[in-house]
């Protein structure tokens, strides 16, 4: 296996985990927070966008300005797209340049950041209801 098919098997194993973690949530659930303090599905979301669009343009050499990035349309169905559309972006800019910078890029941005939220979604599942699988996350 090569460093771009094992960067390219945790962007899927992710993109299953994130897909699994937002599964069955109605709009009202979109909202909820874990503490008082903590980010909302619908913030997470948006804020995975973000993390998207950070990591194309950090692949480009160019810099973010973290906490700028707002969507005009929070509803699910668009900040789903917007994830969507950015993630392939991302996989095809990833796929285009394999080198070390960007397998580092991949991973910071995208790996080891879906992982964190994903444990975030697994909380707020949790506390939305006691009987949600954390297990049904694992594609194996």
Known sequence: MTTLEFVQHQLKDGRFQIDKVFEGLTDEDFDHR?????????????????????????????????????????????????????????????????????????SEYLVAHDAYHVGQMALVRLGLDAAWDPYSIYNH
């Open 34 to 106: 874990i503490a008082p303090q903590a980010m909302s599905p619908r913030e997470i979301l948006e804020h995975l966008c973000e993390c998207h669009q950070a990591c194309l343009d950090a692949l480009q050499g160019k810099s973010f300005n973290w906490g700028s990035y707002s969507l005009p349309d929070k509803s699910a169905p668009a900040l789903f797209k917007t994830f969507n559309d950015l993630r392939a972006q991302a996989e095809l800019a990833i796929a285009a340049d394999p080198n070390e910078t960007t397998f580092k890029k991949a």
